[in-house]
């Protein structure tokens, strides 16, 4: 899953870098309005933290013009905590959600992951397909109860497809989404985290789509003969 931060005080930028690079997350980052809105106008973002004060231009322009433009993904939108009227306009300009300055980093995750999980149509946090269990809060990975250990690639790739279920997901949209915007970007290597990931996992939920890319669905059930009826005596 990939997202953008949006903040100019430098420390507090950085800060939230490092949570939600660690939380498994590719992050992009911008110091003013201008360079955020940018980045949200022409990157495919799951998910956005926005300041609203920011220099060049505020956040709340910021918010009003990706809307105008079209942009849907979710915006959490950081405010002081005494004004309670950038709360109401950041709603009114399209924000979901929202976190007062100070906090406490685990509940910007804690809202991001909820953001996340409700754009892709998921309420619960735990997010299963057949024996495949993820659990968002922890990252824990399981398949019938026994725990996989993931790379962060494999990881981010699970994630992204497991917020997706059902739907076919194109090797470009994962590039799209799994990686910023500093990483050598290689739709082959897509192919080469697919295979490891099938082999950890040790069942059949990826399937390839030939021509259009993958689609995570619970594996079918063998199918049961029916029972031959004997020859009534």
Known sequence: MRLLVVEDDPDLNRQMYEALNDAGYAVDRAYDGEEGHYLGETEPYDAVVLDIGLPKMDGLSVLEAWRREGRKMPVLILTARDRWSDKVQGFDAGADDY????????????????????SAGHAASELT????????RSGRVTVDGRQVKLTSHEHRLLAYLMHHTGRVVSRGELVEHLYDQDFDRDSNTIEVFVGRLRKKLDVDVI???????????????????????????
């Open 99 to 118: 976190v007062a300055k100070p906090f406490h980093m685990e509940e910007v995750l804690a809202r991001i992951r909820a953001l996340l999980r409700r």
């Open 129 to 136: 397909c057949g024996p495949v269990m993820l659990d968002t």
């Open 207 to 233: 399937q390839t789509v030939r021509g259009l890319g993958y689609l995570l669905a619970a594996p079918e059930s063998p199918r049961q003969e029916a029972p031959s009826k004997g020859t009534p005596g």
